[in-house]
């Protein structure tokens, strides 16, 4: 896949490209696409239909008893009968009542089941996606489609397309039996069909339209809700609570009046269906009248042919609401399906290359260039060329902006270069699985991630088939049961969103523990102890001195202090590489490193 197509993808995701979508003709095809989540349950599916099609045919039944009880049961030399008549009315509505029940639980249920599915394809996809995607989507846009969007669908599913079914089985049972009872009037009827059904087209085509733009301003607004609730002490501390509130009203606002815009399109779409259809119905019970006056048909054949037109003009009115639930669901399958059809840029060869079982831990960066697909042309890596030897400890400095965490990104695989190429032991990683590149590496980012769980669940991401002891023992490694003692539940404490009950500190040395837990060969660090006093800090780095033993260990740092004992340092600066070699040789040689060094040390000093 190319840069330009992940791009592209990525900006499906967006809300200026949603709204375009939603000036579109869009059409039935994105439900369609969905139809593989509804067969994985077949059996389901077909219980479900034998039970619409009994229902269906015991409401067909009641015209028929209908027309019987009244040419036959007031007769005086049939009065016997209309006993026989309501106990079969009875008999008919109970099986009615029992599939309409069993009818509700299947659809409902499969709904639900269609909707779990589809959130578990859509989430599994957004996991599998890559850096470029991420560099230009929203995660409360996302969010949106994974929960609010995925809401129609399962509308659509478990009551939209049944209702819709069902009334298409009467509709036209109903109709069948109406030219079985009069011809001439079934006729009248089958004429008006075409002025009832062309309106609802094109109203319907309005409500897929205004539907689409309604989700999309609805995602706009729980994107920037979700950005604030993510960063409200940052918003908080500003005093900025009265500006994001009154953006979040904006957002609302549009999203009320999209929401109300489509609401419109959907009730003059029902109102309009049932006028027309109901208006059809007058006219043809006129007709009949006057029939039964002249004695071409009798009473009970015209209540028949009523009762099957009522049935048949019921089931297209709703058939007309369900129209404007479904136009409304298309929308959301439609953005549902953007995420489904996303394809990382970051693939896998086929057959993917193995990587040394173990590995030692070799690196080497050959001329590599690279350039964030949201900024193509600068450059955050040229012809970048470096090697780092099995076990060696290498420290990257250099002035912001030179590229030092680029090269982490790289070797993880959320990118890949546009030139050049990384080796792992001398294999390719291009070729590889990214997952089994990522399994040789430990990174300890400066940005730390802490979920909403226990202290021992944040730790165990790192492995999840870790046991207990094992957790314990990387939490000890990194000091982590140094503030884990004073904690209410200990090891079993939850930490809140972003581990927000937790200090800075705390929060890096979890993460630092992760590393260790992970014991991968490769050892990234980037500013690992920059959030820890100095107390932490000189316990963190022995930690790290253990865990670095015998592990090929690259560390980004700023501090230059961090740095003293690496085997190298690589000084970078606009993504090259200008110079390296050990802290003493490279002070003494005058050049970028020195001038930093001075800079830091007379600083301290």
């Known amino acids: 896949m190319t840069q330009a197509d992940t791009s592209s993808v990525a ?7 949603s709204a375009a979508g939603g000036r579109r003709r869009p059409s039935l095809g994105p439900l369609v696409a969905l139809f593989p989540y509804v067969m994985r349950h077949r059996g389901r599916v077909a219980a479900a239909l034998v039970a619409l099609f009994v229902a269906a045919a015991a409401t067909l039944a009641v015209p028929i008893a209908v027309r019987r009880m009244i040419d036959f049961g007031f007769a005086a030399d049939h009065a016997g009968l209309i006993d026989r008549y309501f106990a079969v009315l009875v008999g008919v509505v109970a099986v009615l009542a029992a599939a309409s029940a069993l009818r509700f639980y299947l659809v ?45 669908i399962k509308v659509a599913v478990a ?75 940052a918003v908080q ?112 060869s086929v057959p993917a290359a193995a990587l040394p079982a173990p590995l030692t831990g070799a690196i080497r960066f050959e001329a590599v260039s690279f350039a964030y697909p949201t900024r193509p042309d600068a450059a955050a890596l040229s012809a970048l060329t470096f090697a780092v030897r099995p076990g060696e400890r290498v420290a990257l400095v250099g002035p912001s902006g030179a590229g030092k965490s680029t090269v982490f990104q790289l070797l993880e695989r959320f990118y890949d270069p546009t030139g050049g190429r990384i080796f792992l032991d001398g294999v390719d990683i291009a070729a590889c699985d990214p997952a089994d590149v990522r399994a040789q590496l430990a990174l300890v980012p400066q940005e730390v991630a802490i979920f909403a769980d226990t202290v021992r669940e944040n730790i165990r991401l790192a492995r999840p088939d870790a046991s ?44 630092i523990a992760r590393a ?36 090929t260990t690259l560390v980004i740092a700023h501090r230059l202090a961090t740095v003293l004992s690496a ?39």
Request: hydrophobic share 50%.
């Open 237 to 348: 501390a500003s005093s900025a609570e009265a500006a994001a509130c009154r953006r979040f009203d904006v957002e609302a606002e549009r999203a009320f009046s999209a929401a109300r815009a489509a609401t419109q399109a959907r009730a003059l779409l029902t109102g309009t269906g049932i006028f027309l259809v109901f208006a059809s119905v007058v006219a043809v019970l006129w007709v009949g009248a006057q029939s039964v006056m002249t004695g071409a048909m009798t009473g009970g054949d015209l209540s028949q042919f009523v009762l099957f037109a009522v049935l048949a003009a019921s089931s297209l009115g709703e058939l007309s609401q369900t129209w404007g639930e479904v136009s409304a669901a298309t929308g959301a399958a439609e953005r549902i399906g953007e995420l489904l059809k996303a394809e990382p840029r970051i693939r896998t």
């Open 468 to 511: 207990d002891a094992q957790v314990e023992a990387a939490g000890r490694a990194a000091v982590v049961d140094e503030f884990v003692a004073r904690l209410p539940q200990g090891w079993d404490t939850m930490v809140g969103e972003r581990g927000v009950t937790l200090s800075g500190g705390q929060r890096q040395r979890i993460v």
């Open 108 to 152: 409902t249920t499969l709904g639900e089941r269609v909707v779990a599915d589809l959130r578990s394809a859509l989430f599994a996809r957004l996991a599998s996606l890559d850096g470029a995607f991420y560099d230009t989507a929203r995660s409360g846009e996302l969010t949106s489609r994974l929960t609010a969007d995925t809401t129609h």
């Open 159 to 233: 009551t939209s397309a049944s209702v819709a079914l069902r009334n298409l089985v009467l509709c036209i049972g109903a109709v069948g039996m109406m030219v079985v009872t009069s011809p001439r009037l079934s006729l009248l009827v089958l004429a008006a069909i075409p002025f009832i059904v062309l309106p609802l087209v094109a109203f319907g085509r309005k409500v897929r339209g205004r539907s689409r733009r309604a989700q999309d301003s609805l995602a706009d607004a729980s994107a920037y809700a979700a950005e604030v609730i993510g960063a409200i002490r």
């Open 567 to 605: 085997d190298r340092i690589l000084v970078m600066e606009d993504g090259r590489l200008v110079d390296e070699g050990t802290h003493a040789q490279l002070v003494a040689k005058g050049g970028l490193y020195a001038r930093l060094a001075a800079l830091q040390f007379n600083a301290a000093a």
């Open 11 to 17: 900006g499906k995701a967006s809300p200026s490209n």
């Open 516 to 551: 260790i837990l992970r014991a991968a060969p490769i050892l990234l660090l980037d500013e690992a102890t920059s959030a820890l006093d100095a107390e932490s800090e000189t316990l963190v780095q022995l930690a790290l001195e253990h865990s670095m033993r015998g592990r």
